[in-house]
């Protein structure tokens, strides 16, 4: 009964901890917005340069618009581009020995990489609903309804979150903020091997296997189905599509379920061994 | 049980790679009281700080905090440790008031004994007026006493500083001597490692010297100056007398007397000979002493005399700059 008392104890303790840490990213977004409208003009200037100038020679397959193609590639390459964020606050925190500091503090020690996370689904809720803005200007709909809709925003939180984690990992293994800073452009070309931006048809054959089972492309056909954009993939070819393109929501989910079972366990145990 | 001093370890050993960091290294001290830990670059200061607040694990030996084991209950230790490093661990993009209420938080005050307790910190320790101004904006020395204060939010019974001072100016230097000497006062005790040894001089009663992962020497900085002895300098109003002079000093000395110019230069025992005595047998012999005096050795002195060796030197520093990296 004890036993279990002070156990139920610790798990309140890591939740507060777990806030604890979510409200400080808040107050460092409210001190900076700076940093946080920067990250959010970055995908509102992919969409006019991608939806204007390229869209304007870029014809989608079986037609429709090019911005409503790109708008679900663009969620999608932001949430996975987001993970590196994650990674330079969890690295930053490191080398500054900020993470040596919440070590030498009688907190729960799951706290950290939790609140880390947990800080970015709000990040990710203000980045969503901003580039939402965006692509509606730019005329792109959500033309299936409520529900499909709902499901595709929550679909791409999931996968922004499961990132996240892995994002937490990789800061917690550079544990330098430079070091961070350089592999943020290597997340770049992987989104952009994708199906995101063009159909993955006209790729050499290579490429276009690998594009289609990037989760970069499952996460767009994803969207692309459950928005009702052009280019998801037709129930009818299905049979002749790789399995994540022709299951997009399926695909997604299992790269979720399989980012968070390797790097949730990972994260909390690099985070408690550190420097052991 | 209540006679153990607050801190002790006892033959902490811990490898790093190649490089062993410590070497069974023995600490104790006592409650109330401030133990500088000095050494070269290398010598395994930061790994033992970094043991006994419970960042790391030792390969061997034991550590207890206020009677707490260090490896069985770390939780029990960490709430009563304070740890401050060389770097500045608090959040450049929140302000000084938003630090000391998140680390006050994450100690699991209440949201207002949080901010009291941080208001109250800000206050004593100077930094009030800056308390709502983005941490970026401060300077390296304000920087660090944010670190100091968010170190003792708890009122830790044991304070860990780790080079609290590297790269401050001297007058930062001197505010976050007169913060440490303050929380001294209240009854915490301090280990303080550093490389500055006026900084050990100022504050610490006792000094441990620790060379290659182990503690060479204990003692008050008084008794470890007296146990390399004092210096006898003579400077000869006529450098013609230096061969009769120099005998004369190794009369009294036992030793033989460095000449540099018109300069003479022996170690004595401490206190075996008085400075009356040397002019007397300098003044028989038919010399006349331009300036003669007794010098107590600088701890700087005391350093090198007891690190001198491979530690001293680049060998030992490359090592020192591996083990950070490890360490981290």
Redesign the interface.
């Known amino acids: 009964m004890t036993a279990l008392t002070a156990h139920a104890g610790r798990l309140r ?1 890591a939740l ?2 777990g806030l ?2 979510i ?2 990213e808040l ?2 977004v409210r ?2 917005p700076g940093e946080l409208i920067a990250a959010l003009i970055f995908p509102a200037v992919m969409v006019v340069l991608f939806g204007y100038v390229f869209g304007s020679a870029i014809s989608v397959p079986g037609g429709g618009d090019y911005r409503e193609y790109l708008m679900p590639g663009l969620f999608a390459m932001v949430t996975f581009t987001a993970t590196m964020a994650v990674t330079m606050r969890v690295a930053t925190d ?5 993470m ?8 729960a020690r799951s ?1 950290v990489p939790f609140g880390q996370t947990g800080a970015e689904i709000l990040n990710g809720v203000l980045g969503m609903a901003v580039m939402a803005a965006a692509g509606l200007l730019v005329g792109w709909r959500a033309h299936r309804g409520i529900g499909p809709t709902a499901e595709a925003f929550a679909l791409l939180a999931l996968m922004r979150y499961a990132l996240s984690w892995a994002g937490c990992y990789l800061g917690l293994v550079v ?1 330098n903020e430079q070091t961070a800073d350089q592999l943020m452009p290597l997340v770049f070309p992987v989104t952009m091997l994708s199906n995101s931006f063009v159909p993955t048809g006209g790729m050499p054959k290579v490429l276009q296997v690998i594009a289609d089972w990037n989760p970069v492309s499952a996460l767009t056909a994803a969207c692309r189905g459950l928005f009702g954009n052009p280019g998801a993939p037709a129930a009818s070819r299905t049979g002749d599509l790789a399995w994540p393109v022709a299951h997009p929501v399926a695909a997604t989910l299992g790269w979720a379920v399989v980012l968070l079972a390797i790097f949730v366990p990972l994260s909390v145990r690099t985070y408690r061994t550190r ?2 | 049980m209540t006679n153990e001093p607050i801190v002790v370890a006892e033959a902490l050993r811990k490898r790093y790679g190649t490089t062993q960091a410590l070497d069974g290294l023995d600490l104790a001290v006592p409650a109330g009281t401030v133990c500088g830990v000095l050494g070269p670059n290398g010598a395994g200061k930061t790994t033992a700080v970094r043991i006994l607040a419970t960042l790391a694990d030792a390969d061997s030996g034991h550590a207890r905090i206020a009677g707490h084991d260090i490896a069985r209950h770390p939780d029990r230790v960490r709430a009563r440790i304070g740890l401050a490093g060389q770097h500045a661990a608090v959040d450049e993009k929140l302000t000084g008031r938003g630090n000391l209420r998140m680390f006050g938080r994450l100690h699991h005050l209440s949201g207002r004994d949080a901010r009291r307790r941080a208001d109250e910190l800000l206050e004593r320790f100077g930094l009030m007026d800056a308390a709502d101004r983005q941490v970026s904006g401060y300077s390296g020395g304000m920087r660090r006493r944010l670190d100091l204060i968010a170190s003792l939010i708890l009122r830790p019974q044991v304070l860990f500083l780790d080079e609290p001072t590297t790269g401050l100016d001297p007058r930062s230097r001197g505010e976050i001597w007169d913060a440490v000497r303050d929380l001294v006062a209240d009854g915490t005790t301090v280990l303080l490692t550093t490389q500055y040894l006026d900084e050990a001089d100022h504050l610490a009663d006792d000094i441990a010297v620790v060379d290659h992962g182990r503690v060479i020497a204990t003692g008050t900085p008084d008794r470890l100056k007296a146990s390399i002895g004092d210096r006898l300098d003579v400077v000869l109003g006529d450098p013609a007398d230096a061969g009769a002079a120099a005998g004369v000093l190794y009369a009294l000395a036992g030793a033989h007397p460095a000449l540099d110019g018109a300069r003479l230069s022996v170690p004595l025992p401490a206190g075996a000979v008085r400075l009356a005595d040397v002019v007397r047998e300098l003044d028989r012999a038919g010399i006349t002493a331009a300036d003669a005096g007794l010098r107590r050795p600088t701890l700087d002195e005391v350093f090198l005399r007891l690190t001198a060796g491979p530690a001293g030197d680049q060998a030992g520093d490359q090592a020192g700059e591996r083990e950070k990296e490890t360490a981290r």
């Open positions: 303790w507060a901890d604890t840490l409200g400080r107050s460092r001190r900076e490191a080398s500054r020995g900020v040596d500091r919440f070590r030498s503090m009688p907190m706290a544990k420097g052991r």
